[in-house]
Nanobody, 125 residues
Framework: QVQLVESGGGLVQPGGSLSLSCATS????????MGWFRQTPGKERELVAA???????YYADSVKGRFTISRDNAKSTLYLQLNSLKPEDTAVYYC???????????????????WGQGTQVTVSS
């Protein structure tokens, strides 16, 4: 049974920073693509950043230069550092691990995979 537990969300002022963590269990993550998605009411869940099994990363244009994704395979934990936060970054943030090993960004987005429960990030003054 694969389980993912996010933590680190909260309320922050515009321009501030937050650090999110996603602890996984039930699977060694080193061979899998993992990513952070976010969702606001009435909108589809969107991929924000991803970390591939080969160490390469992906960022949505809206967060490039502000967010940094990283992973500690030994701790089976995925991280997302959010800097220079804007009100439009307000959302529930979810982490996901791909269904199958050695996948792609596309497979992370398209397959069912395994999701965490989400953590709320609110950017407001």
């Amino acid at each position: 049974q694969v389980q993912l537990v996010e933590s680190g969300g909260g309320l922050v002022q515009p321009g501030g920073s937050l650090s999110l963590s996603c602890a996984t269990s039930g699977r060694s993550i080193s061979s899998y693509v993992m990513g952070w998605f976010r969702q606001t009411p009435g909108k589809e869940r969107e991929l924000v950043a991803a970390f591939k099994w080969n160490g390469s990363t992906y960022y949505a244009d809206s967060v490039k230069g502000r967010f940094t994704i990283s992973r500690d395979n030994a701790k089976s934990t995925l991280y997302l550092q959010l800097n220079s936060l804007k009100p439009e970054d307000t959302a529930v943030y979810y982490c996901k691990v791909d269904q199958n090993p050695y996948g792609s960004i596309a497979s992370l987005q398209r397959t069912s995979g395994f999701w965490g429960q989400g953590t709320q990030v609110t950017v407001s003054s």
